[in-house]
Nanobody, 124 residues
Framework: QVQLAESGGGSVLAGGSLSLSCAPS????????MAWFRQAPGKEREFVAG???????HYGDFVKGRFTISRDNTRNRVLLQMNSLKPEDTAVYYC??????????????????WGQGTQVTVSS
């Protein structure tokens, strides 16, 4: 099992930007298929963005060009750059990995290992 650790959450005004980072903790594992999900209070966990081991990416429909997922292979981490943030982006953001998959899944049940989450709060 891979232990993941997110960082970079915080509070920002609407229209601002935040950058989230996800890296394995403890033993070092080469990150394979990775994704970011988010969960707001009272809502289901929602797919935000995914990055496959081959470098392809996929985004949730609501992203609309505002977020970018990328990999820093030298540091074995995955980043999520979030721009033009809106109050409705407020949620706990989780990174997850699906080592056995070769394609990106938007379903949280397909991911086996999760981080603890990092809070993102966007105020108007």
């Amino acid at each position: 099992q891979v232990q993941l650790a997110e960082s970079g959450g915080g509070s920002v005004l609407a229209g601002g930007s935040l950058s989230l980072s996800c890296a394995p903790s403890g033993r070092t594992f080469r990150l394979n298929n990775m994704a970011w999900f988010r969960q707001a209070p009272g809502k289901e966990r929602e797919f935000v963005a995914g990055s496959s081991w081959s470098g392809s990416t996929h985004y949730g429909d609501f992203v609309k060009g505002r977020f970018t997922i990328s990999r820093d292979n030298t540091r074995n981490r995955v980043l999520l750059q979030m721009n033009s943030l809106k109050p409705e982006d407020t949620a706990v953001y989780y990174c997850a990995t699906a080592p056995g998959r070769t394609t990106i899944s938007i379903y949280f049940n397909d991911y086996s290992d999760w981080g603890q989450g990092t809070q993102v709060t966007v105020s108007s």
